[in-house]
């Protein structure tokens, strides 16, 4: 596939890049990446030069056909908003290789992940989780904006909630609040819809400076949706952006953290709320559905994670984290992999969803 490609290349060289001359060479630099995504990338360098100018990433095998054919509809829908599109990766060349869609070969975005120091309290400093928010939520408003429509439909809801059921355990406290999920689906479905990236996590941000002001470009869109649930970004990048810097490790360390995240009253979790209610208030989105959206978001990521989990499984790539569960809780392999984070934070959701009106009542935008 990799000759084919750098062959191709070079005979549409000017079609492709107007930036560069006709390269005498194209050489490829492998990342391997996590093995449960299923994709392999690839850098792509000119000549002598030191910085890659494109990025190639390769779909492994057709154990998610649907993942490659949605990023390119994404991209493609990205690159037409004005406000939206330097953020974001733009195919280069859109065209499937060897009679298979499996590669997408997309520009190299400016900047560094997001990184986080700890301050004081063992968090972060307030100017720098303040800065972070911000041009988080700003971006996924605009984001929202320019991508919102009405096509989340109930089927799409149940779909969710089904599969969720095939997969894991409930007890009864978690099944009474996926019943109350299904009372308020028609409450739901009007939110609508928005482009969702899918793993809005602080590794895929990029900042960097331009003007004298700081940006953020989002990279790595192989989950995203054309017709996501609106605020999930928000909610992943949240949940997720302390859980690195933890001290206390396994499933303990991962509900310790989202609990003070999001259902303790703290310092920390007073810039969390104010940042949701910025989200929910520019989207009219009511405080009481709030428990059932994240309700069906968690449920959701926690499907697509034990789908990859899965698929770690077949080829022998399983993550860490799911690995020390199998030693610890000297369980089948199967039975563990249905523990997936996201899943732990659903059942964390049921036992404290009902302070959510409270933390975030109080909390002026």
């Known amino acids: 596939m990799i000759p084919?490609?750098?062959?191709?290349?070079?005979?549409?060289w000017e079609k492709i890049e107007s930036n560069h001359s006709l390269p005498r060479d194209i050489s490829f630099l492998g990342i391997p990446g996590a093995g449960e995504g299923g994709t392999v990338t690839f850098l792509l360098f000119i000549d002598s030069k030191k910085d890659p100018i494109y990025a190639l990433k390769i779909y492994r095998d057709d154990h998610f056909p649907l993942r490659v054919k949605t990023e390119r509809i994404v991209l493609k829908k990205l690159a037409l908003i004005p406000s939206l599109a330097s953020t974001v990766p733009n195919l280069v060349i859109d065209k499937s290789f060897l009679g298979k869609d499996r590669t997408i070969i997309q520009n190299i975005l400016k900047g560094e992940a997001m990184e986080v120091k700890i301050g004081a309290n063992n968090l972060p400093p307030n100017k720098m989780i303040k800065k972070h928010f911000e041009l988080v939520n700003d971006w996924l408003i605009k984001l929202g904006?320019?991508?919102y429509s009405n096509e989340l439909k109930k089927n799409d809801f149940h779909s969710i909630i089904n599969t969720a059921k095939n997969i894991f355990y409930f007890s009864k406290e978690e099944n009474r609040f996926i019943k109350k999920i299904e009372n308020n689906?028609?409450?739901?479905?009007?939110?609508?819809?928005?482009?969702?990236?899918?793993?809005?996590?602080r590794q895929n941000?990029?900042?960097?400076?331009?003007?004298?002001?700081?940006?953020?470009?989002?990279?790595?869109?192989s989950d995203c949706k054309n017709n996501g649930i609106p605020i999930a970004d928000l909610i992943t990048f949240l949940a997720t952006y302390l859980l690195k810097l933890r001290k206390k490790i396994g499933v303990g360390g991962l509900i310790e953290t989202f609990e003070f995240t999001f259902f303790q009253p703290n310092p920390y979790s007073t810039h969390i709320w104010k940042v949701i209610n910025k989200y929910i208030n520019h989207f009219?989105?009511?405080?009481?559905?709030?428990?059932?959206?994240?309700?069906?978001?968690?449920?959701?990521?926690?499907?697509?994670?034990?789908?990859?989990?899965?698929?770690?499984s077949m080829?022998?790539?399983?993550?860490?984290?799911?690995?020390?569960?199998?030693?610890s809780e000297k369980d089948n392999i199967?039975?563990?992999?249905?523990?997936?984070?996201?899943?732990y934070l659903f059942q964390t959701l049921v036992k404290h969803y009902k302070s959510i009106p409270s933390l975030s009542k109080n909390i002026r935008v």
């Open 205 to 221: 941000i990029l900042m960097t400076e331009e003007s004298g002001r700081t940006i953020i470009n989002i990279i790595d869109w």
């Open 284 to 312: 009219k989105i009511l405080i009481p559905d709030l428990p059932y959206l994240l309700g069906v978001i968690l449920l959701r990521q926690a499907c697509d994670d034990y789908n990859k989990l899965q698929y770690a």
């Open 315 to 327: 080829h022998g790539t399983l993550p860490g984290f799911t690995l020390s569960l199998v030693e």
């Open 4 to 12: 084919e490609i750098k062959k191709y290349m070079l005979e549409n």
């Open 145 to 147: 904006e320019n991508t």
């Open 185 to 201: 689906i028609n409450n739901l479905i009007s939110y609508g819809s928005v482009i969702e990236h899918g793993d809005f996590c």
């Open 334 to 343: 199967e039975d563990v992999i249905k523990r997936t984070p996201w899943f």
